[in-house]
C-alpha cells in the first residue's frame, strides 16, 4: 500500500489547475503534497471545455476585458481582484504555452473564440472543446519534473487540524477507509465546488462542497455563497448526467429553439443567445415554464454548421452526444439549465489568504469577488492560474517567515 508523508512543509488540497499552479510555485520553497480525492485526473478543471479568456487578440485590450468581467458581475466584484486577473492573464497564459500547453491555432496565430457577455472574441481553446484537460495536462507534466512535488490520489480530507490557533494540517481517509493525519506549515484549499449540492449540475461527482465545509468547521470565514452559477446548456437525457455543452456553440452562433421550436433570445436581451449567463439561464426557464411539457427542455440548434466544421471544432461535444444518438450536425441538442460554478466559497484576501492564519484557498472554492454576483464565461480557469500562483507565492513568503521567527528566538540572548 503507498504511504503519504506524514510531514512535509506545503499540503495542496485538490489537483485541478489552481492547485497544480500553486504547487509549481511552491516546488522551489519547500516539500509540497498535493491531495486527490479520486484520480489525480478527476477534478472540474479536466470537464472545462470552451476555453480560457484573456486579452490577447489583436483587437482587445485589458480594459475591455475588465469591463466585460464586472458587468457580468452586476456591480459586485471586487475591481481590484478582477483587474488582477485581467492584467495576470496574459503572462499566466505564456507560461502555460512554455510549459507546452497546445492551444489551438490557425498557422502559428492563436485563434480565440466569443463566449457569452464578452465584447470581444478572446478564448483560448485546445483540442477544440478540452481546453481544461488539455491545460490540466500541461501543469501536470510540469509538476511532474519537479522533484519536491508528491502526489497522491484516492486521499479523501475530512477536516483540517489547528495547534495553536493556526492551520497545521489535514485529517484524511485514505482508500481502504483508514484515517490519518498529515501535517504542514501551510495548507491550500483547491477543492472545486458545490455543484452536486444540486439535482442538476455540470460538475464533476467529486464536486461536493467539502473544502468550503472543512473551512467553515475550522472557522474561517465564507462568503457569497448565494451567487451560484447555473449554466444555460446542459446536455438533458433522462437519467444521464448534465453534460456541459458549451457556450462557445453558442460563440459559433448556434441558435436557441423552444419546444415549439421558435427563437426566443433576441426578445429577452439585445445580445440574444451570447447574453449574461444568468439572462440566458433565467430565459430558458421561463421559456420551459410557458409551454408545460413532461420533460421541459429546449433545443440549440448548431445545424446551420457543416459537419466537419462541428466535428473538429467540437469533437469531445459531437461524441458525447453520439452516445445517447443525438447526431449534433443534423439534430438539436436538448438542454436544460444546470448547477456550474459557484461565484462564493471561502473567503481570501488578494493572496489567497484566509482568515486563519496557515490557511489559503484558490480556484472556485475561494470567494476573493473577482466574479462578483455572476462570472464571466471563462474566466475561471484564468482565475485557476492567476490566483493558484498568488497563492502559492503567498504560502511560500509564509513559511519564509515561520523560518526567520524560529531563527529569531533561537538566538542565544547576549549576557548581562
Ligand atoms: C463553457 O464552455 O461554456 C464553460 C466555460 C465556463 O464555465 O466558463
Known amino acids: 500500500m503507498k504511504s503519504i508523508p506524514r510531514e512535509t512543509d506545503f499540503i495542496v488540497v485538490g489537483a485541478g489547475v489552481a492547485g497544480l499552479r500553486a504547487a509549481i510555485e511552491l516546488a522551489e520553497a519547500g516539500r509540497v503534497l498535493v491531495l486527490a480525492k479520486r484520480e489525480l485526473s478527476e477534478s472540474a478543471t ?16 485589458i480594459g475591455l476585458h475588465l469591463q466585460d468581467t464586472l458587468d457580468a458581475g452586476d456591480g459586485l466584484c471586487n475591481p481590484e481582484a478582477a483587474r488582477i486577473l485581467v ?21 502559428t496565430k492563436l485563434t480565440f473564440t466569443r463566449e457569452g457577455a464578452h465584447s470581444r472574441s478572446r478564448v483560448l481553446h ?21 522533484s519536491n512535488i508528491t502526489f497522491s490520489d484516492f486521499e479523501f480530507s475530512t477536516d483540517l487540524s489547528l495547534h495553536d490557533e493556526h492551520v497545521a494540517g489535514i485529517e484524511l ?13 501551510a495548507v491550500l484549499l483547491a477543492t472545486g465546488g458545490i455543484g452536486q449540492v ?19 468547521r475550522a472557522g474561517a470565514e465564507i462568503s457569497d455563497m448565494e451567487f451560484v452559477q447555473f449554466h444555460p446548456t446542459a446536455l438533458y437525457v433522462r437519467n444521464a448526467p448534465r453534460f456541459l455543452i ?8 448556434a441558435q436557441l429553439r423552444n419546444m ?32 408545460p411539457a413532461r420533460d421541459p427542455v429546449v433545443y440549440l440548434d448548431l445545424t446551420h454548421l457543416s459537419a466537419e466544421r462541428i466535428k473538429s471544432r467540437f469533437p469531445r461535444i459531437y461524441d458525447t452526444c453520439m452516445k445517447y444518438n443525438i447526431d449534433i450536425t443534423t439534430d438539436m441538442i436538448p438542454i436544460r439549465p444546470a448547477a456550474h460554478y459557484a461565484m462564493g466559497g471561502v473567503r481570501t484576501d488578494l493572496q489567497g489568504k484566509t482568515n486563519l492564519p496557515g490557511l489559503f484557498a484558490a480556484g472556485e472554492v475561494a470567494a476573493t469577488g473577482v466574479h462578483g454576483a455572476n462570472r464571466l464565461a471563462s474566466n475561471s480557469l484564468l482565475e485557476g492560474v492567476v490566483f493558484g500562483a498568488r497563492a502559492g507565492a503567498a504560502m511560500r513568503e509564509s513559511l519564509r517567515a515561520a523560518k526567520d521567527r524560529t531563527r529569531s528566538n533561537c538566538i542565544t540572548p547576549a549576557p548581562i
Open 87 to 107: 492584467e495576470e492573464g496574459p503572462e499566466r497564459i505564456q507560461e502555460l504555452i512554455d510549459w507546452g500547453t497546445a492551444f489551438d491555432r490557425h498557422g
Open 173 to 185: 481517509i485514505d482508500q481502504s477507509g483508514g484515517t490519518h493525519h498529515a501535517s504542514a506549515s
Open 260 to 291: 415549439e421550436m421558435l427563437r426566443f433570445m433576441p426578445k429577452y436581451h439585445e445580445m440574444a443567445e451570447l447574453a449574461p449567463r444568468d439572462v440566458v439561464a433565467r430565459a430558458i426557464v421561463h421559456e420551459m415554464e410557458i409551454i
Open 246 to 253: 458549451s457556450e462557445a456553440l453558442r460563440g459559433e452562433r
Open 46 to 61: 479536466q470537464y472545462a471545455q470552451g476555453g480560457i479568456a484573456v486579452a490577447l487578440s489583436d483587437e482587445d485590450d
Open 198 to 216: 444540486y439535482s442538476e449540475t455540470t460538475n464533476p461527482p467529486i464536486a461536493t462542497g467539502d473544502g468550503v465545509a472543512m473551512a467553515f
Open 126 to 146: 485546445a483540442h477544440g472543446d478540452s481546453t481544461g484537460r488539455e491545460i490540466g495536462r500541461a501543469l501536470y507534466s510540469k509538476a511532474r519534473t519537479l
